[in-house]
């Protein structure tokens, strides 16, 4: 029994080792609690409606199936595009949300669903989208306050740790600049004490 769940855990291990990440530089540290800036980066994303679980989804199906191919290549046919993480959405609104922030994104029930792009890739190289549902977007550098937690990320865990990173930027002196986004880092069948979510804010 404990072979097989060593076994497993080194499973989950390469796994989360051999995706990409954005690149960052870690700004400042006080557990759960960093300070990122993040280098300019590309994602594609989608717009979707309905529940966080709901878009979140809808979200991954859309963004997934043009990453195994539903694209054109700059040199024609299709190409598949390697997964990185993490999924993130955001609730599409003017202030920070807190009930519900893979990163997702919520206005009059919209979310914003992204996958960050290879590093490898730039917007001229990038596969377009056959669907028009997805777009292709450059996100210039970047600063985030961020608070990292395990478990399931569902929309009362959400606001809790939203609420708790949003305290802290205050006693910071950090002033949030765009929405808190739910970037979610492992595949569905991890286990949920080696989940890891995070919530982010951009600040100035």
Not at 82 to 99: G, L
Not at 109 to 118: A, D, E, H, L, S
Not at 157 to 181: F, I, S
Request: glycine share 8%; net charge positive; aromatic share 10%.
């Amino acid at each position: 029994m404990r072979f097989a769940i060593g076994l497993l855990l080194s499973l989950f291990a390469g796994f989360a080792m051999a995706i990409e990440e954005p690149e960052y530089t870690l700004i400042e540290q006080a557990k759960p609690f960093e300070l990122r800036k993040y280098k300019p980066r590309i994602v594609a994303e989608v717009v979707v409606g309905g529940s966080m679980e709901e878009a979140s989804g809808t979200g991954f199906r859309l963004l997934a199936n043009y990453i195994f191919g539903n694209n054109t290549a700059r040199s024609g046919g299709s190409e598949k595009i390697e997964m990185t993480a993490p999924v993130a959405m955001e609730p599409r609104s003017e202030k920070i949300s807190m009930t519900a922030p893979v990163s997702m994104e919520q206005s009059s029930g919209k979310w914003r669903v992204t996958f960050v792009m290879p590093s490898q890739y730039t917007m001229d190289t990038l596969p377009r989208p056959n669907n028009q549902a997805v777009t292709l977007r450059q996100i210039p550098e970047k600063s985030y306050a961020v608070i990292r937690f395990s478990g399931f990320a569902g929309e009362k865990k959400v606001a809790e740790k939203t609420a708790e990173l949003m305290d802290w930027m205050g006693r910071q002196g950090l002033n949030p600049t765009g929405n808190a986004e739910l970037a979610r880092y492992n595949p569905p069948w991890t286990l949920p004490f080696l989940r890891r979510n995070e919530i982010m804010v951009e600040y100035k």
